[in-house]
């Protein structure tokens, strides 16, 4: 007996789930980016939360690290920075070592930024002691030319000596419980926090003119007595981008 011919007039007993397939596939889409929509804020609320619990360690530690150079130094704080531009090779001169990215790591049995100045790239990794995790570093070569710092040194604390040398004792600070030391420093392309702020630049010195608020709009400052506060840049500039007068919660220059 031979079999019966194969009805080939109606497609759909070749391809009878074609239909089907391309629903259940438009089903799995929609569940995926269902979940994206939940997950990705999630994550994004842990991973702040990470770098902000990072970046208050490593400042943290900065603070205690500048206490104990204070103490061995004649109540002396480091310098602020390295005269003129601050490039590698600036960074790398033994005359720049008593500046704070050089001085403080040391006290911290961590490599000084100096150390980088032959390996660049490698400044911006959790080798450099002050590396912060939540800040947008370059992934191009811009980053190769200077080290790009996200903490810097409080530029309004130093002052020229009668030899014309910039000096600052811990003793000309009055109120060390409010008087800041160390804030977290804006990076090129970073949204500023603050309008009226000017662009950032990631220098190792700067002020609440240059503080970012990198953790829902607020950042670390350290205090010269080494405690640590989150706070809003918002809340330490006034209405024309000027560091907030009088200076009394945050206190940011000597004469205050």
């Known amino acids: 007996m031979t079999a019966p011919p ?14 089907l397939a391309l ?27 990470t770098n902000k619990s990072a970046a208050e360690k490593i ?10 150079y204070v103490a061995q130094h004649d109540n002396k704080l480091p310098g602020e920075d390295a005269p003129g531009a601050t490039d590698w090779e600036a960074v790398a001169d033994p005359k720049n070592a008593e500046v704070w990215f050089n001085a403080i790591p040391k006290q911290m049995t961590r490599k000084p930024v100096s150390d980088f100045a032959s390996n660049p790239a490698a400044f911006y990794t959790k080798e450099n002691p002050i590396y912060i995790p939540g800040a947008p570093y370059p992934t191009n070569d811009t980053r190769l030319l200077r080290p790009l710092f996200a903490v810097s040194f409080n530029s309004k604390l130093e002052r020229k000596s009668e030899g014309g040398d910039k000096v600052v004792r811990m003793s000309d600070i009055t ?3 409010r008087t800041v030391l160390y804030l977290e420093e804006g990076l090129p392309k970073e949204k500023r926090s603050v309008e009226t702020q000017p662009r950032y630049n990631g220098q190792a010195k700067g002020s609440a003119r240059s503080f970012v608020g990198r953790y829902n709009g ?6 010269c007595d080494s405690h640590a506060e989150l706070v ?3 809340d330490t500039l006034d209405v024309t981008g000027q560091i907030l007068e009088p200076e009394t919660n945050f ?5 205050h």
């Open 175 to 177: 109120n060390p419980a």
């Open 251 to 255: 206190i940011w220059s000597l004469q």
């Open 59 to 68: 400042m943290r530690e900065l603070g205690s690290a500048t206490s104990n």
């Open 23 to 49: 629903m259940e596939i438009l089903v799995v889409v929609a569940i995926i980016i269902a979940l994206a929509a939940v997950v990705v804020p999630i994550w994004n609320v842990h991973e702040t939360r």
């Open 218 to 223: 607020k950042g670390w400052l350290i205090f």
């Open 6 to 19: 194969m009805n080939r007039s109606h497609p759909s007993v070749l391809h009878p789930r074609s239909g």
């Open 232 to 234: 809003d840049p918002k």
